[in-house]
């Protein structure tokens, strides 16, 4: 058995990793049977990301602090899966107009770490 094949989180987030990189390269209005399917409809409002948060075995929401705003965020995009190791993009999540942003900032870890990931809605983020 693989070492990938024994982390279940690594599944997930493969999953979440290639239809995330199918929609960087989709038009919008297309709504072939190859286009990423984010969002509750095809439509045109492309959806690229499937923001997420994972949680430690302690249960505790695993917490990093962005170092250009200083701002800790829990929230996550993924940016590749290989075997249990996981690059993430670190996200800002702003309450006030319910936005995410981006930041500049990256974590690789290790999914046998964790023991929950929860999916959020599907935005679009500019990649």
């Known amino acids: 058995m693989s070492n990938n094949e024994q982390c ?6 493969k999953v979440i990793d290639i239809l995330q990189k199918r929609s960087k390269n989709d038009d919008c209005l297309d709504v ?20 997420i948060t994972l949680y430690n075995k302690d249960n505790s929401l ?6 250009e705003s200083g701002t800790e965020s829990n ?3 993924v940016e590749d899966v290989d075997g249990c190791c996981a690059k993430l993009r670190v996200l800002i999540f702003n309450a006030t107009n319910q936005t995410y942003t981006k ?24 990649c």
Do not use: H, S, W
């Open 8 to 13: 279940c989180l690594a599944k997930i987030l």
């Open 32 to 51: 072939g049977c190859t286009r990423a399917m984010f969002g509750p409809t095809p439509n045109v409002i492309c959806y690229n990301t499937r923001p």
């Open 62 to 67: 695993f917490t990093v602090t962005d170092n």
């Open 75 to 77: 929230i996550f995009r």
């Open 103 to 126: 930041t500049n900032q990256f974590v690789t870890v290790n999914l046998k770490c964790f023991c929950v990931v929860r999916c959020l809605e599907d935005v679009a983020l500019d």
